[in-house]
Each structure stands twice: as C-alpha cells, then as structure tokens.
C-alpha cells in the first residue's frame, strides 16, 4: 500500500488489529498511511494543518481512528482529540474510541481518558502506555490539558504527539461574525497553539467535511474587528474515501432531477407561510383543533403521515423477509428559538393525537390519509423494483401503531436534552419504532441520527457559510437504497434552489482540492465599472453564487410572467429580435450584445412578486464570461431557437416547478444540439412557450432561455454579491 519512498511499519500491534476489526478497503488503507507519512515526513501547525477532508457523515471518524492507530505503531505515544464543543459530542467521541480500541485497553497497551475526568494520581505503568485524551474545543477543557501538561504530568510534554482536529470548520473568517464569536474563535485557536508549542514533538490533523474556512483564504493575514487571522493553508490534504451506498448532495441535488431515479419523488416543497406559522402561535392564522385538516399546516402534515406510513413499509419488509425490524426517526429543523420548538411541539402532537382520534372516530379520514401517503410514496417504491405491501395491511399497522404509542415526539434545544437521549454509542436513542426530533442543536452540532427518513427543514441558509449549511445536512450518510425510497425532504423550493448552488459550488471545490490545484476553481464578480474580474474568494456570500462546470445547464425556474396585455408590446419585440437573428436558420452564431439584450428583455416580462425571482445578473455574467473567454471567436454565442411549446409551469406529479422545458433526447432534441455546439462558445437556447393560464401561467405567449456552458469550461465560480470588509 505504500507509494511514498519513505517507509512506515504496517504490520504492528495496533493498526494490524484496526484493520482486521474494520476491514479497511484498498482505498482506505491508502488515505491511513499516506497520511501517517505525512504526519512524519511534513511539518505540520495550526497554520498549515494536515487535512483529512472527507464528507458529512462518510466515515471520518473511523478514518481517523486507523491513522492514529497506525501514528502509534510508529513512535507517537499521545493522541489529542479535539472535539466541537459540547458534552454530547465530546461523550460521542469517547465513546466511540473506546469501543475501536477496547481491546487495547483490556489488555493495558492503551489509556483513554476524557480529560475534564483524567485523575491526577496516574501511576508510571499508566503513563507508559499510549495515551488517547478527549479534549472539548472550549477553554475550561483546553485549560485543564494544559495543567496536566505543564503541572500534574509535565512528561508528557516530551512524547511524541498526534494532534486531531475533529469537525475543524470553526475558524471560518470569510463571513461576519459578532465580536464576541471573532473573540471566541481566536481565543481557542490561540490555546491551541499553543498546546502545540508546548509539546517538544507534536504533529497536527485537521479532519472535516467543511474545509471551506481553510482552502479560500487569501495568502496575508486579515485584520477584522481589531483582531489578526494568520490564514490556514493545508499542509497536506488526503482526501477520505466513502462506500458506494453513500448519501450525499449528488443524489439530493443531481440525481433528484432524473424522473427515471428514486431521488426525483425525495423533495416535497413547502410554503414560507407555512414555516410563518411553525414560529409562533397565531390563531388568526391557524387553529390547532384543526391540525389535521387545515391547509395551512398541509406540508407538515404530509409529512408526518408519509414518515408514519414509510416507515410501516419498511418495517413491513423486514419481517417479511425475516429480518429484524428498524426503528426510524424524522427531524424537523426551522428555527434555532426554544419557543418555536415548543410551539412546533404542540403542533406535531395535536397531528398525531388528531389522527389517532381519526383512525378510531372517522376511520374513511384516517384510511384516505394513509393512502394518499402509500400512493406518494409508492412511486419510488416502483421505481425501485422492490416489493411494496399491501395497502389493508399498511391501513391496519398505522391504526395498531398510533393506537399503541409507537410515536415518539421529542423536542431537542438544549446539551441536557440531548445527554439524556443519547445511547451507548452516543447517537440519539431511537426509543419506539417512531421517533420525531424537533430542534435545532441535533444539527448544528453533528450529533448522528440513525435510519432518517424525513427531514423537515426551513434555516434560511441566505447568509450562512457553507461550513454550516452542509453540517444540517444529516440526511447524508450511509442508507439503504429501500429506505432511500420512503425518505422525503420536504423544504421551500427557494431554499432547496440555495443548498442545490452550494452543493455544486462543494463539488467544485473538491474536484480541484482532487486534482491538487484549489487555485483551479475561478472566482469572479463585477465591479463598479461593471467589468468582471476575479473575486477574492474568502469574501463570497454562498447562496448569492454561481458555479458553472462543462455542460452545464442555467435557466429560471419557479418565474411567472406579467398579463398578457401588460406584455404583448415586449413580447412581440423579442419575437422580432429572435426571427431576424435567426432568419433561415433555427442553430445561428449570433453576438454576444444581442443575446445580452434579448436576456434582458426576456426578464422585463416576468413578474418577481408572482413568481420566483430570476437572478438574470449571474446568468448574463456568466454568459459573458464564457462567451469572451472562448479560444476563438469570442463575443459569440450559439443561438438554438424552438417555438410552439406549451409546458405546464409546475409538474403534476411531484408538485414541483418545471425545471426542464429543452427536451433532452430525439432527433430534434435542442439540448442536444445545444451540447454538441457548445465546445468553446456557449450556448442559448430560447424556447418561446404558449403560456397558457390552464397549464399555470399568465395566457401570455413568453420566452424561457436556457444557457448552455460550453465542454471546455473549468470550474468557475461567479459571486453576485461579496461582503465588504
């Protein structure tokens, strides 16, 4: 498995019993020992960090485990581990090292302590053995390693030493923060500096997900809010390889655009006036006698039904199959405020309560119910080819489930809460074969939730980093392709819109952290000229982003136009326009100032307070940025025009806006004519719709452009807005 000229021993006590306890893959094997080579081999700090980069919830944790089983077995004596911040994933940690490396500690090789309980009276025999300390990333923690560094046990200063930063995306200085959080983030990265001084030998590891707050930094240290931020550039980076049954933003945001996928049924939209009435309890709005009837809570509603009713299906083919029935668990994550959650509380049991009543007083109700919920969720069930039960016995088992307490509602906003929920291997307990989780610290803090099925979710991820964004994301993770089927993520469309743009902007990022050049990914604004030029990349706001890759498509979607009579005049301009540019030809290389002008016009005709809003900026910038960097024949665009279509503005069978209106295969098919032309120059296609009011538009005739980016396109990223330091 070594490439490296330089050797380290493979075969020795510790990382020998990890491998064949965990079966490390050959992947794996490689990222563990390329790392501890290194570890040795390259001198590593709080500046410039070696970089296990994995992704959310893919198994960093076991990753690093092996790598500090291998440092043991050559010559470190002492693993620091340092965790988030709070007693829960500090317990997680602990936990979860004692369980990979009980057997060293029965047989007295290795000590593994939490280090706010590390006795002060360890005898010589104990100190000779490898160490483990679980150090929380808070200063009362940090202050009590640094006593028993420097007073009660100082000869551990002198043992070779891993240090593991664990979930390092705290550091982030490309977002504004509050003093206090400036002072906080400072204040422990300067104590854990200084833990590294004060150890004669040590080495540092940074493990995440997020290494966002690392890698777009500039190359001098920034002044902000009278402090200095020294910027972290890896010293290394190995990248940690995941399983093939791994969940991550390709199957939610990629994968979930494919009709022919599972993924196409996982996103169920939900209304912002909904997530209104989750804050606060309003009844002008809503009344909670009518949780189970009212459409002001039907999102909610949906999804408790299809959570209760998908996991009955699941449950159901596990014992068919003989096989030991899971317990599931549902999250509901809109706001971080203890009241919200109390009243999102009363709600969800007033649902629950509500349908048990039904499935005893108003059992038609109650059957109607689960059988929209069986129907929704059999259409991935199907697709998956997997046996679905019938729906007498679905009906029966969610009568006999509500009847009997086999749903559990639990509200989470506290650390206390959570230690009280948490099992032996510190996850949270799944009590009954329900289990609804309501709160907002399940996720921010990374606390794992096992066989999640539904995930509710309303933060408005408008100015957060990408680091936090991605952390909420706990329906990633190693699943089950059945239980991928009855899973559902119910957000509004804006904000699934905003997290699908980070994931592309994420997927960038690795690619080029992949291909050893994070300089790869281009990074461009406008200035006040209105020119565009390269963006300092530690000042973009995620969500006002957007990336483009080769062939990749950019269009409006959710927009809705003006009357017909408030738009005939603009309209038949374009038509105009597009007839005279296009003349004999429907494919025409056409300037880039008229595809400019024809976008804009285009624009003026869709109403932003009836429709979603179209961020024609980036799309135009983009165009233009593509079109002039072109090898040849630069300021051009490919011109594809269709006419006579009329496509329904949202699709009946998910709900969903239509988001593909170019047809993607046949002989006449534009977005492959579009792809095939679009090698350097990209293309525009421009589809002129009906608009009729029966498939829900205006009955006005208008046009939907989509822009094609051309086969050679880099990673690129273009920031409408950046903060002003």
Known sequence: ??????????????????HDKNDYDMATQKCIEDTVIDLIHKKTNNNHPGMLLGKIQSGKTRTFIGVTGLAFDNNYDVAIVLTKGTKALAYQTYERLKDEFNVFVEDDYLQIFDIMNLPDNLAQYELDQKLIFIVKKETNNLKRLDKALNQTYPELKNKRTLIIDDEADYASIGFKKTDREIYEINR????????RQTIKDSSFLQVTATPYSLYLQPDSNIELSGYTFKPIKPAFTHLVPHGSNYVGGEYYFQESQDDSSIAFHLHNPIDDDELQILKKSDRRRFKIEEALKSNRVKSLRDAVVNFLVGGIIRRKQDENRRLRKSKYSFIIHTEQRQASHQWQEVIVTAIIDQLTLASEENPLYFQRLV????????????????????????????????????????????????????????????????????????????????????????????????????????????????????????????????????NDFDTALRNAITNQNNNSVVFIQRDNKNNIVPCNPNKIILSKLTSLKAHKRLLPVGMQTYSKTKIRQLVNEIDDKVDYLIRDNMEKLIDLEDASNIISMINDTFDSEKGEEWDVKSFISSL?????????????????????R????????????????????????????????????????????????????????????????????????????????
């Open 371 to 502: 059988k929209d919920a069986y129907d929704r969720l059999s259409l991935s069930l199907n697709i998956l080819g997997v046996n679905v039960p019938f729906i007498d016995d679905i009906q029966y088992l969610a009568r006999e489930s509500l009847q009997r307490g086999h749903v559990m509602i639990t509200k989470v906003n506290s650390e206390k809460d959570v230690n009280e929920l948490l099992d032996d291997t510190g996850q949270l307990k799944l009590r009954v074969p329900f289990n609804i989780f309501i709160g907002g610290q399940i996720l921010d803090r990374g606390i794992t939730i096992s066989n999640l099925i539904g995930f509710y979710y309303g933060r408005n991820p408008l100015q957060y980093q990408q680091d936090t964004v991605l952390q909420h994301s706990r329906m990633f993770g190693y699943r089950p392709k059945e239980d991928l089927a009855v899973t559902r993520f119910y957000t509004t469309s804006n904000l699934y819109q905003v997290m699908g743009k980070i």
């Open 188 to 195: 422990i990265a300067g104590q854990i500096d200084l833990l």
């Open 624 to 644: 233009e940025y593509l079109s002039k960097n072109a090898t040849e024949d630069q300021n051009k665009v490919w011109l594809v025009v269709r006419k006579n």
């Open 1 to 18: 498995m070594i490439t490296n000229e330089e050797k380290i021993k493979t075969n020795e006590l510790f990382y020998s019993l990890l």
């Open 646 to 725: 009329n496509i329904n503005r949202i699709r009946k069978s998910s709900g969903r806006y239509e988001d593909a209106p170019d047809t993607p295969k046949g002989e006449n098919s534009e977005l492959r004519m579009a792809k095939e032309l679009a090698q350097d120059i990209p293309a525009l296609i421009l589809l002129r719709e009906e608009g009729d009011e029966e498939k829900g538009w205006r009955g006005s005739p208008f046009w939907w452009p989509v822009l094609v980016t051309p086969a050679s396109t880099q990673p690129v990223v273009f920031a409408r807005e950046t903060i002003d330091k």
